[in-house]
């Protein structure tokens, strides 16, 4: 594990601050890695990679995987896939061996039956008040 950190906790008190939180992971992530988001819906999962592909340099929409279950992303030459498996019922409708060194961000991941092992970071968001959050980021 190359990470800077093992653990960094981050409460923010807007969607302005979690450019705290992008930067932390923008830092230190590297082509292949995979990302377990974890945290209730409207949490802000998808707002934070909303947040992270702009700083990586994506000037297009994102819209949340929630029913294409899969988006897939080029920003600067590196391909990104953002998954979401809440709605995913049944067997997983991709193969992960194909994924190469694409980098993957996954909400509701425990529901997309991927190899747990193989996740880098994991980002933890606990709604603390409308606005307030609490985001936990774990190297694996
Ligand atoms: P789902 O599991 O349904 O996909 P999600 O975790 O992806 O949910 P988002 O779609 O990102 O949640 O929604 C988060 C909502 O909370 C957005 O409307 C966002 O504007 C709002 N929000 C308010 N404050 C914050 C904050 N500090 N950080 C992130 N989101 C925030
Ligand atoms: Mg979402």
């Not at 899969?70 to 600067?76: N, T």
């Not at 590196?78 to 992960?96: A, E, I, M, N, V």
């Amino acid at each position: 594990m190359s990470a800077h950190f093992s653990q960094k906790e981050f409460r923010i008190s807007s969607v302005a601050e979690l450019s705290k939180v992008v930067d932390a992971l923008a830092k230190v992530l590297k082509p292949g890695d995979w990302i377990w988001l974890e945290g209730n819906l409207g949490a802000g999962k998808t707002t934070f990679v909303r947040e992270l592909f702009r700083k990586l340099g994506h000037e297009d929409e994102v819209v949340s995987p929630s029913y294409p279950l899969m988006v897939e992303y080029e920003i600067e030459g590196q391909r990104y896939f953002h998954l979401d498996g809440y709605r995913l019922t049944g067997k997983s409708p991709w193969d992960y061996r194909e994924w190469g060194d694409a980098i993957i961000l996954a909400e509701w991941p425990e529901q997309l039956h991927l190899p747990a092992e193989r996740f880098k970071y994991r980002l933890e968001f606990e709604v603390l008040s409308e606005n307030e959050r609490l985001i936990k980021i774990s190297a694996l």
